[in-house]
């Protein structure tokens, strides 16, 4: 099979060398939809350099290199069709606020294989720190249809009931015709968002939103509402990839407070749950978590 497991797992992992500044910062938040109303400040906390705070989300493009679920296809033990490849979920643990301007070094390796029976799911886990220390991890779960089905263990489930009752917050964001365009210059290149003939080839009617450009603005809507606009709140963030958005539709946010303690000694969480308005509430986002102080 084009998954090499034993291979995959012990291979070393890679390391690089990632930098980047506030252009970079100010370009990945416009393409999440930052900046609207334009002269409102709490949007220029996200788009002018003189008073910049870095949504956390941004450690998934940091560098402008391929995302996680790109460099996943390129590990040793993997060969695999890209047109056959979906992001199933992603998860973010960070250590300490990002910085508007850095430097970085990442290794990155397969952590985990599992079999779903259809399909193989590879957790690409990265970890990135700077001279001062870890700053996140991050693990991509890759998705790759018609390559499950050999024994292998199936994994965790990240399942997770949606909490009952009525959210404390509902948010809708229309989400651009050119938001896709404009995301993918960040460093995401995958055709899938931008050419009509690969979507269709991927199965699509027409390209698609990528999993983490609406991964960002889940996570501004929750940074702007529930916590009070501190991106230095958040500890860790992760999302399973339910469905597909396409440029020009709105998301239905729903957010529920639990401040338990689950988000860290004296944190909670926010779940949250996203769905595609236009086509009855599909979602789009589950099994959804922010940690925060």
């Known amino acids: 099979m084009p998954i090499d497991t034993a291979k995959a797992l012990a ?49 998934t493009v940091a560098g402008a290199g391929s995302p996680g679920v790109i460099g996943g296809l390129s590990m040793p033990g993997v060969d695999v069709d890209l047109a056959r490849v979906l992001h199933g979920g992603q998860s973010l ?18 952590a985990a294989v599992h079999d779903k029976a259809k399909a193989a799911v590879l957790v690409m886990r990265t970890d990135v720190a700077d001279a001062d220390g870890p700053l996140w991890t991050d693990d991509a779960q890759i998705y790759v249809r018609g390559e499950g089905g050999w024994g292998g263990d199936r994994g965790p489930s990240a399942r997770r009931e949606t909490p009952a009752g009525s959210p404390d917050l509902t948010v809708e964001r229309t989400i651009r015709e050119d938001q896709a365009l404009l995301y993918r210059l960040s460093g995401d290149w995958n055709p899938l968002h931008a050419d009509p003939g690969f979507a269709k080839r991927a199965g699509f009617e027409r390209p698609i939103l990528h999993g983490l450009c609406t991964y960002g603005m889940t996570l501004k809507v929750v940074v702007d509402t529930l916590l009070g606009g501190d991106v230095t709140r958040v500890r860790g963030y992760a999302t399973r990839f339910a469905g597909i958005v396409y440029p020009g539709e709105t998301l239905r946010i ?27 509430d599909a979602p789009v986002l589950a099994d959804t978590v922010v940690a925060h102080s």
Do not use: C
């Open 11 to 59: 291979a070393e992992p890679r390391t690089g060398e990632i930098s980047w500044g506030h252009k970079d910062v100010q370009l990945y938040h416009l393409g999440i939809g930052a900046g609207i109303p334009a002269a409102d400040p709490d949007e220029l906390r996200y788009t002018l350099e003189s008073r910049l705070h870095v949504l956390p989300s941004f450690a």
């Open 93 to 110: 643990t960070l250590y300490r606020p990002l910085p508007a301007e850095g430097t970085a070094t990442t290794a990155s390796r397969i």
């Open 254 to 280: 729903r957010m529920w407070r639990d401040d338990s303690g689950d988000g860290g000694a004296d944190g909670g969480e926010v779940r949250v749950a996203v769905s595609a308005v236009e086509r009855d």
